[in-house]
């Protein structure tokens, strides 16, 4: 299980037909990589945008990408843990990819905090810095994976859950439990996934449909914005922390739930499935979400959006084409070349050596007997159970 968003494809089952969708048996499906990318970009994108001064255009805009730009990402995420079991060795290869990650970056964006803008930043394992949250919290989804290959109806459970959790202040705090039962659902929706649903999203007539929900998906996200905060879009705060009705914190569970499937759907039915020129920068996304971030707030601390120009509509295109070049860049394979040490550690200095099995036992090979020598049908039997 190599690094979180750069993860290989699930073995194809035998029974997957040739026409369902399945990833090829001798490769990377290309459709995930290009997702995966597309993704980022969006990430990217979204964050450049909050220190822009406050439109109501760019604010909708911004609400719509958060519906389902982060939930496409956690369902990629859980199509990809599907066969994570809890071996000492895919444990190790969790610690590494994100533990130590979280760690290493935690340290490098307080010392960055510290530099640009409060001295007096505390650091804080518990309280993960921004845009770090989703490290533990994969973390912790995947730990969580044999049980929702257990228990019935994993979705409609998880989506229990993460409707109690709103109506739950004390998820809050630590880790950003919140977030991490708020953003479940999908996690164990993309268990539940086959590839069979990935060809179906990408049928004609589902990109054709796509175009027009994506214009109501606009049109609904402009009318929302005066009337709705968008902090219900970021997945971190209860009902009680946004000052509403408790029972407004599961409503809005299940609608923001049911608006990211069809949203992330429309998503993905325009995904190319073959290989492009953005399908190596897919395999890298990782170190674009780390990274980007350092990029995003040194600009924003260094007075960079403080210019009329940026609050023109000018400006917020020269904002969004930026920061998909700048993620860009920050996920191509030179980028992952120069950071692999920092970002995918193998140390297996800290790792205990498996004990020492006993070695196994030798069994003399059979004596031949002249009835098998002499029957055909017994030598194609051994031959075909050596191959």
């Not at 939930?71 to 809890?86: D, M």
């Not at 490290?135 to 257990?150: K, V």
């Not at 970021?234 to 922390?241: I, L, T």
């Not at 920092?342 to 007997?369: C, I, V």
Request: glycine residues 6%; hydrophobic residues 50%; positive net charge.
């Amino acid at each position: 299980m190599p690094s979180p968003l750069t993860s290989k494809p699930p073995r194809p089952t035998a029974a997957a037909s040739p026409g369902s969708g399945a990833p090829p048996a001798a490769g990377r499906d290309h459709f995930f990589d290009n997702a995966k990318y597309l993704a980022i970009v969006l990430v990217a994108v979204g964050h450049a945008w909050e220190p822009l001064p406050p439109g109501r255009l760019v604010e909708a805009a911004y609400t719509f990408v958060y519906t389902f730009h982060m939930p496409v990402f956690i369902l990629i995420a859980g199509y990809f843990s599907r066969n994570f079991e809890l071996r000492p060795d895919r444990v190790w290869k969790l610690v590494t990819s994100l533990l130590v990650p979280y760690v290493l970056f935690e340290c490098l964006y307080t010392v960055f905090q510290r530099a640009l803008r409060d001295p007096d930043y505390s650091l804080s394992l518990l309280s993960p810095y921004w845009l770090l949250w989703f490290l533990p919290a994969l973390f912790f989804w995947r730990l969580s994976t044999p049980l929702w290959q257990t228990v019935r109806a994993p979705v409609a459970v998880s989506l229990a859950i993460a409707a109690l959790a709103t109506v739950s202040p004390a998820a809050d705090g630590t880790l950003q439990v919140q977030r991490i039962l708020q953003f479940l659902p999908f996690y164990v929706l993309g268990l539940r996934l086959g590839p069979q649903h990935f060809a179906w999203v990408r049928r004609p007539w589902v990109r054709v449909a796509s175009v027009p929900v994506f214009a109501a998906g606009m049109l609904l996200a402009y009318w929302l914005v005066p009337r709705t905060s968008t902090s219900w879009f970021f997945r971190k705060n209860s009902a009680q922390e946004l000052e509403a009705s408790q029972w407004t914190g599961p409503v809005a569970t299940v609608a923001l739930f049911a608006a990211a499937l069809v949203l992330g759907a429309c998503f993905l039915s325009w995904v190319p499935k073959g290989r492009t020129w953005m399908t190596a920068l897919g395999a890298c996304t990782l170190y674009g979400y780390l990274l980007h971030g350092f990029v995003v707030r040194g600009l924003f601390y260094e007075g960079f959006y403080d210019g009329p120009f940026f609050d023109t509509t000018g400006g917020t295109v020269v904002v969004t084409l930026g920061a998909a070049v700048m993620v860009t860049l920050l996920c191509t394979p030179p980028v992952r070349s120069l950071l692999r040490p920092l970002l995918e550690p193998r140390m297996e200095w800290a790792r205990q050596k498996p004990p020492a099995g006993p070695p196994p036992a030798s069994t003399p090979p059979p004596a031949s007997t002249p009835s098998s020598a002499s029957t055909p049908s017994s030598g194609a039997a051994a031959a075909s159970g050596a191959a």
